[in-house]
Structure formats: C-alpha cells, structure tokens
T-cell receptor, first 116, second 113 residues
Framework: GNSVTQMEGPVTLSEEAFLTINCTYTATGYPSLFWYVQYPGEGLQLLLKATKADDKGSNKGFEATYRKETTSFHLEKGSVQVSDSAVYFCALSDRGSGGGADGLTFGKGTHLIIQP | GAVVSQHPSWVICKSGTSVKIECRSLDFQATTMFWYRQFPKQSLMLMAT?????????EQGVEKDKFLINHASLTLSTLTVTSAHPEDSSFYIC?????????FGPGTRLTVL
C-alpha cells in the first residue's frame, strides 16, 4: 500500500534559518505529491504540489522537487519567518489526478517552530 | 480561497450514544467530500469518500455501519459515529473537492467518555 514518511518533529529554528523537512514515499504508479500546512485552529491548506517526476512545486518561498529516483519530496525554504510556524504534512494521491478527486495518504506531520 | 466548515468543533459524549458531525462547503459546490481521522501524533487516515447522491466508499478496515456518511447535497456531508465508544475518540477532519483541489475543514475533536 501507499505510505508517506516524514521527519519527526518538532523542528525548532531561528528566524532566517534554512529549512528542510524530509519526505519520502511509497506508491504504485505515478502519484502526485503535496505539501499541506496547518496553522493553529485552522484546516489544512495546500502549500504546493508536483504531479510528475522532476516537477518543482513552489509557493510563498517554499519549494519541493519530485524525485522519482529517490522517492522523495523534501520541503525547503531559504529563510524562514516566525509566521511559518505551523504543522507541515507531506501527502500523495496515487492516481496522479492532482488531488482533487482522490483521497490522500498523509505523513504524520512535522511541527515547525520558528523563534525570533 | 474556498472555505470548508465543520460543526461542532469539539464534542464530548457518553459511551453508547451517537454523534453527528457536519461538513459544509461554504462558497462552492463539492460533488466529492472526504472524511479523515487523526490520532495524536499520527497521520490523517482516509476513512471514506462521500459522493453526493450516492453511497459512500469506505476504506479497508473502516466499519460502514459504525461511521454513517450522508452526502445529501452539494454543500453538506455528515458523519455519524453510532454507538460511540472511548476508542472512537479522535480528531475527525473532512475535505471537499473543488477546482481540482481538496479544501479541508478545521476538524472536530470527539471525546467519548
């Protein structure tokens, strides 16, 4: 079956530090890959996605590249801000439809804490 | 962006009672809604896919008679936990499909005493 593994948290960084949150996956076929972010008291929001190998998703300074050879989709940001503090979830949709019509398989989430 | 609400945001009930959780898409129509369950420090687990006007499709291991799902309109899906027990205590999250994306509700915390 499908699975997503992401690094355990919490991850605590200082403002302006470089961020990497690792994510690897197991899936059949050609999945679409996602990063969702959850701010306190709010629902999950799509941060970025990639639908095929070597695609790079990017949004709000965050980036992730779909690496089929290493089955990874690591999230990176060059300079984090306090406002980036949230829980980040890596996820996949195994039919590669872009995530609209299919249920998602999620990782456990990584709590990111940015200190001023 | 599109907004999905859930009601209630938290509920405490006695063992053996039933609890209904509502999921609404506030500004768009969703032919498909999803229900997830999240245990502490665990990932969201897909429970079922709910399509408007038809029976829900349940994931393996999810009891359809215990977790009743109704999707009677394009903006509302409900999850009823029947004869709830303490092991059903969890965080239940819905999402609604629209514009080739999924939009998530804020979740409902269920505690069964």
């Amino acid at each position: 079956g499908n699975s997503v593994t992401q690094m355990e948290g919490p991850v605590t960084l200082s403002e302006e530090a470089f961020l990497t949150i690792n994510c690897t996956y197991t899936a059949t076929g050609y999945p679409s890959l996602f990063w969702y972010v959850q701010y306190p008291g709010e629902g999950l929001q799509l941060l970025l996605k990639a639908t095929k190998a070597d695609d790079k998703g990017s949004n709000k300074g965050f980036e992730a590249t779909y690496r089929k050879e290493t089955t990874s989709f690591h999230l990176e940001k060059g300079s984090v801000q306090v406002s980036d503090s949230a829980v980040y979830f890596c996820a996949l949709s195994d039919r590669g439809s872009g995530g609209g019509a299919d249920g998602l398989t999620f990782g456990k989430g990584t709590h990111l804490i940015i200190q001023p | 962006g599109a907004v999905v609400s859930q009601h209630p945001s938290w509920v405490i009930c006695k063992s053996g009672t039933s609890v209904k959780i509502e999921c609404r898409s506030l500004d768009f129509q969703a032919t498909t809604m999803f229900w997830y369950r999240q245990f502490p420090k665990q990932s969201l687990m897909l429970m079922a896919t709910s399509n408007e006007g038809s029976k829900a499709t349940y994931e393996q291991g999810v009891e359809k008679d215990k977790f009743l799902i109704n999707h009677a309109s394009l903006t509302l899906s409900t999850l009823t936990v029947t004869s709830a027990h303490p092991e059903d205590s969890s965080f239940y999250i819905c999402s609604a499909s629209g514009l080739a994306k999924q939009f998530f509700g804020p979740g409902t915390r269920l505690t069964v005493l």
